[in-house]
């Protein structure tokens, strides 16, 4: 009985819907470009902080920085499925000398075809060429101005006193806009890092979309030694606190647009409903209850906003479909920030958030925004309402 | 039998507390038609919205078929108007969005009438106001006339012991109008159905049974 009562209330709330397709339509297009818009927008945000995080890990540290690992343990031990690639890299500090000059540095031993594949360092050559094998040095921009070095010339690299020193030559000057990378870091082959430690430091690269923590408890479970695997979110705190920021900014804009827009549905709606309040007021006088009469018109709001909100997802899904096919370059905007140091192509990717958020709010604010008119109707007395329409 | 006893009834409005009605009392047997007349504001809107449940009097009681109608509580008042009444007003009665046959349809869902018995009674009432193929003609779609006689098919569609009609005939040309009354009570004898219908047109005052004259919100004769 009650389903057959909600089928004729549905029933009697998608005509008048149909039948009031102008006000419907009006109404829709409010509700679907807000939906269709925001879900863009929030891809857009998810996508901006996959740049972030792109640029942040693929320069240099990956998404898993692991701490003195012990010569038994091998790079291949660290890939697992979800794992693109490990990086060994053993760091030694120290200082470079070159003309009289000096400057400290770490230098980083790498297999140069390692990190060919998985970082894009290379990418921010400014003069040279990137590692080659042998007793060469890839020098930040700041540390080769400091030292008055360029490519193609010799340095000394002293690990400390009564250390071995080693000649190097500069095979190419990098500039990430990172300070301390550009400050404070050189790399060189594994093979002419003078100091041969017992330890060494790994950077792992991931598949999109994988979690750095769920490959973090993967290592713990295999090595029973905590080797102190670190994800790019405990060691960035500063990207990690500014992809929250984005994420927090882009729910504040969206529930602030849906409250203005179920202002606008409120008050739409309730004109609607005065322009047909005589025929609420009959149906009184035919004996339909306050509770049926709320229902009906919170029936009414909630037909027009899942569609409008599927519409809105639709639309939204599609243009953000799109966008992440070709990309949107934002180089001009971003090319002096470290966090988009090597990229400024933004890519929208829909996420459960970007999906589903906008539409709920919507639908959620939709169905606050019935309560007005609702209660405009049902509780004002059939004869009261005769006599004013 | 309708039974109202000193029934008084004040509005507030922008010339203080005005008495709309003034301790009207009146018995009405079961199956009468009777037309409630007087001059404009002479109170018989207000006494038939009071006895049909639409608007609370301030003294007074309506017993319709043994229910003190205005100690019901809001919702068993509705449930009591959606089975045993039947209204129709001025004008403007349909409802818009819903075609002929889905307006008079609509107390029998209600009233929760099978499909089949909704679609028998639709017809057989189209047929009796003369708009037999107009079932799927939208309200705006049909002249002033029509759409009293679509009024009239669906407050009387659920057969209700008690139909009330205010002023159904004003916005009609008189010959429209006195058929429209004759279609009201033929239908409303058929279903012996208590009708009351206001107006101040003597020729409708002469086809029904009985007359209630109403001036300044008192009863003054019948």
């Known amino acids: 009985m009650i389903l057959k009562e909600l089928g004729f209330w549905i029933k009697t709330a998608s005509l008048f819907l149909i039948r009031s397709r102008r006000s419907t339509f009006v109404l829709s297009i409010m509700i679907l470009s807000s939906v269709a818009v925001l879900i863009f927008l929030s891809s857009m945000a998810v996508g901006i902080n996959d740049a972030m995080v792109r640029n942040s890990v693929s ?18 031990d660290l890939k697992s499925e979800g794992v693109k690639g490990v990086s060994r890299r053993l760091h030694v500090p120290g200082v470079i000398l070159h003309k009289g000059k000096m400057e400290p540095v770490t230098l ?30 890839f020098l930040g921009e700041a540390v080769a101005e400091e030292l008055g070095a360029t490519a193609g010339d010799k340095v000394i690299f002293s690990p400390g006193f ?49 979690r750095p923590d769920s490959i973090i408890k993967v ?39 849906f409250g203005v827009v179920s202002l606008g549905i409120a008050g739409a709606f309730s004109i609607f409903i005065f322009k047909h309040l005589k025929e609420y007021g009959i149906m009184k006088a035919m004996g339909v209850t306050s509770g049926e009469m709320t229902a009906l018109i919170i029936i009414e709001v909630a037909i027009m906003n899942l569609i409008a909100c599927f519409l809105g997802i639709v639309i939204g899904a599609l243009a953000t479909y799109i966008a992440s096919g070709i990309g949107i370059d934002l180089t001009e905007f971003t090319s002096h920030n470290q966090y988009f140091s090597v990229s400024g192509i933004i890519y929208p990717r829909l996420t ?23 209660a405009i109707v049902s509780h004002r007395k059939a004869a009261d309402i005769l006599r004013i329409a | 039998m309708i039974k109202i006893e000193n029934l008084t009834k004040e509005f507030r409005s922008g010339r203080g507390q005005v008495r709309a009605l003034s301790g009207i009392s009146l018995e009405l047997p079961q199956g009468v038609t009777a037309a409630i007349y007087g001059k404009s504001g002479s109170g018989k809107t207000t006494l038939l919205n009071c006895i049909g449940g639409l608007e609370r009097p301030e003294a007074g009681k309506v017993v319709c078929f043994g229910n003190d109608i205005h100690s019901l509580t809001s919702r068993d008042l509705s ?54 193929g107009a079932g799927k003609a939208m309200p705006q779609e049909l002249s002033g006339g029509e759409m009293q006689r679509v009024a009239v098919a669906r407050a009387i569609a659920h057969c209700p012991k008690l139909l009330i009609a205010d002023e159904p005939t004003a916005s009609l040309d008189t010959a429209t109008g006195t058929s429209l009354v004759e279609l009201l009570f033929d239908l409303g004898r058929e279903g012996k159905s208590t009708v009351l219908l206001s107006t101040h047109d003597e020729d409708i005052i002469r086809l029904a049974d009985t007359g209630v004259h109403i001036k300044d919100g008192r009863l003054v004769g019948r």
């Open chain 1, 219 to 257: 290592y713990n479970e295999k090595f029973s030694k905590d080797y102190g695997f670190k994800s790019w979110g405990e060691l960035m705190p500063d990207l990690k606190q500014l992809i929250d920021l984005n994420y927090v900014s882009m729910t504040i804009v969206i529930v602030l647009v």
């Open chain 1, 352 to 374: 459960f958030y970007s999906l589903c958020l906008p539409p709920l709010v919507s639908f959620i604010f939709g169905l606050l925004a019935s309560i007005w008119p609702a």
């Open chain 2, 79 to 132: 449930l009591f108007q959606r089975k045993h009444m039947g209204f129709v007003f001025q004008q403007g009665n349909l409802l818009s969005y819903l075609n002929v046959f889905e307006n008079i349809a609509f107390p029998l869902v209600l009233n929760n009438a099978s499909k089949q018995d909704k679609e028998n009674r639709v017809k057989e009432l189209l047929e009796k106001i003369g708009l037999k």
């Open chain 1, 108 to 137: 980083v031993g790498v297999e140069p075809k390692d990190e060919l594949q998985n970082t894009a360092l290379w990418k921010k050559t400014v003069k040279g060429e990137y590692l080659k094998q042998g007793n060469s040095v």
């Open chain 1, 162 to 210: 009564n250390q071995k020193t080693i000649e190097l030559t500069v095979s190419g000057i990098y500039k990430t806009g990172v300070n301390y990378l550009d400050r404070s870091v050189a790399f060189s082959p594994n093979e002419a890092v003078p100091v041969k430690s017992s330890e060494w430091q790994a950077a792992v690269f991931l598949d999109d979309g994988i």
């Open chain 1, 59 to 76: 320069l240099y540290s990956g998404h898993i920085s692991g701490f003195s690992l012990p010569e038994g343990v091998k790079p291949e």
